[in-house]
Antibody, heavy 121, light 107 residues
Framework: EGQLVESGGGLVQPGKSLRLSCEAS????????MHWVRQPPGKGLEWVSR????????GYADSVQGRFTISRDNAKSTLYLHMDRLTDADTALYYC??????????????WGQGTMVIVSS | DIHMTQSPSSLSASVGDRVTITCRAS??????LNWYQQKPGKAPKLLIY???NVQRGVPSRFSGSGSGTDFTLTISSLQPEDFATYSC?????????FGQGTKVEIK
């Protein structure tokens, strides 16, 4: 089925940057689209960003558009999320998730355990 | 953006009960509707994809139905391990919005 392991979270000051990583194993990483989903403490799930299998198409939630950048390195089976100009509204547990297809309209069938991002001065 | 509304937001039920959760989309999403289960401190788990397809390994007591704007998740006979939060998600557009979640608690 596969496994995803996120890293890179932590405490960061407002206005600063952070890069999250997600290392995949157990499946052909370059066959699937990948996503980032976040969950603020005690709240529901919010989709953040997506990237198709060959990086030719990416997308972002309105709340992060222009500040976050998703990328992937298929040779390393790793997904990234670069986050700029962080605000306290970005405080959340960030999950990476595998789509069940290479492009869009898929469901998220494998999830990581999440990495916590806390934005605070 | 497509807005997803779940009802109820929470419910109390007993082991063995039949439980139904509904999800309504603000516009038609065909059958691009997925359901997830999340237990405290754990990552979400895919239960149902494309409205009615049960993910491999998910017990047969879980089922999904609907199309267009109205969808349901049904648990035919609630088991102790099913007490969790359930969320719907649309994948019709590339802004993959989730519902707010339905918490299923023990009565």
């Amino acid at each position: 089925e596969g496994q995803l392991v996120e890293s890179g979270g932590g405490l960061v000051q407002p206005g600063k940057s952070l890069r999250l990583s997600c290392e995949a194993s157990g499946f052909n990483f370059d066959d699937y689209a990948m996503h980032w989903v976040r969950q603020p403490p005690g709240k529901g799930l919010e989709w953040v960003s997506r990237i198709v299998w060959n990086s030719e198409s990416v997308g972002y939630a309105d709340s992060v558009q222009g500040r976050f950048t998703i990328s992937r390195d298929n040779a390393k089976s790793t997904l990234y999320l670069h986050m700029d100009r962080l605000t306290d509204a970005d405080t959340a547990l960030y999950y990476c998730a595998k789509s069940n297809n290479a492009y869009n309209r898929g469901a998220f069938d494998v999830w990581g355990q999440g990495t916590m991002v806390i934005v605070s001065s | 953006d497509i807005h997803m509304t779940q009802s109820p937001s929470s419910l109390s039920a007993s082991v063995g009960d039949r439980v139904t959760i509904t999800c309504r989309a603000s516009q038609s999403i065909d059958r691009y509707l997925n359901w997830y289960q999340q237990k405290p401190g754990k990552a979400p788990k895919l239960l149902i994809y494309a409205a009615s397809n049960v993910q491999r390994g998910v017990p047969s007591r879980f089922s999904g139905s609907g199309s267009g704007t109205d969808f349901t998740l049904t648990i035919s006979s609630l088991q102790p391990e099913d007490f969790a939060t359930y969320s719907c998600q649309q994948s019709y557009t590339t802004l993959y919005t989730f519902g707010q979640g339905t918490k299923v608690e023990i009565k």
